[in-house]
């Protein structure tokens, strides 16, 4: 069935490094949606990207959708340790969710 | 504008019970969907209403059910309950049209023992 994989599971960074999680999908996606959670605390909604390629940028993240529409990816420049949390993508044409990658940020 | 509101927060329940959930979605919004979030397995969708009606279902057993009242407001139910059902559980609700993003509560933590 349809699936959403997210890598890697786990990603320990230094303070000021940077930081990038990719989600894969089996089949096309209408869209892509991005969500972090923060330990302890509900998924909140990032961003949404719809169109092939497009790319999106939210201060010192970027997002971008790949061409085929079957992958994605977050990236962070210069890590803070606020940047802490699992980060998931989802679809919401398919209702489903990445398994998510946990990024710990060491200061 | 107020958040997703789910309750109880913690519950704690012995095998072969039955639970009801509670979420009431920010208000205008007419969907709400339900996940299950356990350590590892990421976020399960299990389903979503729309308009008081069930629009999608995820891969879980008949034993998780849902409804939702034509104020938007979703209930879940979980019946004989099983040690596997230990797990965060999400609403999260949204104005209903794939194109915008869900905004989640902050879930209800079910503990079976």
């Known amino acids: 069935g349809q699936q959403v994989m997210q890598i890697p599971q786990y990603q320990h960074v230094q303070e000021g490094e940077d930081f990038t999680t990719y989600c894969n999908s089996s089949?096309?996606?209408?869209?892509i949606q991005w969500y972090k959670q923060r330990p302890g605390g509900h998924p909140v909604f990032l961003i949404q990207?719809?169109?092939?390629?497009e790319v999106k940028k939210q201060k010192r993240l970027t997002f971008q959708f790949g061409e085929a529409k079957k992958n994605s990816s977050l990236h962070i420049t210069a890590t803070q340790t606020t940047d802490v949390g699992t980060y998931f993508c989802g679809n919401t044409d398919k209702l489903i969710f990445g398994t998510g990658t946990r990024l710990q940020v060491f200061p | 504008k107020a958040g997703v509101t789910q309750t109880p927060r913690y519950l704690i329940k012995t095998r072969g019970q039955q639970v009801t959930l509670s979420c009431s979605p920010i208000?205008?919004?007419?969907?709400v969907s339900w996940y299950q979030q356990t350590p590892g397995q990421g976020l399960q969708f299990l389903f979503e209403?729309?308009?008081?009606?069930?629009?999608n279902k995820g891969n879980f057993p008949g034993r998780f059910s849902g409804r939702q009242f034509s104020n938007s407001r979703s209930e879940m139910n979980v019946s004989t309950l099983e040690l596997g059902d230990s797990a965060l559980y999400l609403c999260?609700?949204?104005?209903?049209?794939?194109?915008?993003?869900?905004?989640f509560g902050s879930g209800t933590r079910l503990t079976v023992v």
């Open positions: 209403y729309f308009s008081e009606t069930q629009r």
């Open positions: 999260a609700s949204s104005l209903g049209w794939v194109d915008y993003g869900y905004t």
């Open positions: 208000s205008g919004h007419r969907s």
């Open positions: 089949t096309t996606l209408s869209n």
């Open positions: 990207l719809v169109k092939s390629g």
